[in-house]
Nanobody, 122 residues
């Protein structure tokens, strides 16, 4: 059974940083594209960033480029999202995702985590 467990969310002031982690189990983590999505209250879920399985190629939304960095450690089946210079507009539930498809624009995952809340105060 596939399981994705996020951690690292919380409350932070604008300009601050957080690092989200997601541990995957029940699937061959090293062969899957991994990513992060977020959903703010009353908004649709939106793509944040994703990383390819082995070469580590990344793709990020324009809204987070230069501030958020996605990375992975296949030795411990974990994907990270380092978030710097956070803004109130970044407030959302952040969910980890895994997919067998290659990393392409409009990448769609197969599996989702439960999500972790990130709140940025002004």
């Amino acid at each position: 059974q596939v399981h994705l467990m996020e951690s690292g969310g919380g409350l932070v002031q604008a300009g601050g940083s957080l690092r989200l982690s997601c541990v995957g189990s029940g699937f061959a983590f090293e062969w899957f594209t991994m990513g992060w999505f977020r959903q703010a209250p009353g908004e649709e879920r939106e793509f944040v960033a994703a990383i390819s399985p082995t070469r580590g190629s990344t793709y990020s939304a324009d809204s987070v480029k230069g501030r958020f960095t996605i990375s992975r450690d296949n030795r411990i089946d974990t994907v990270y999202l380092q978030m710097n210079n956070l803004k109130p507009d970044d407030t959302a539930v952040y969910s980890c995702a895994a997919g067998s498809a290659s990393l392409v624009p409009n990448w769609q995952p197969d599996y989702w985590g439960q999500g972790t809340q990130v709140t940025v105060s002004s």
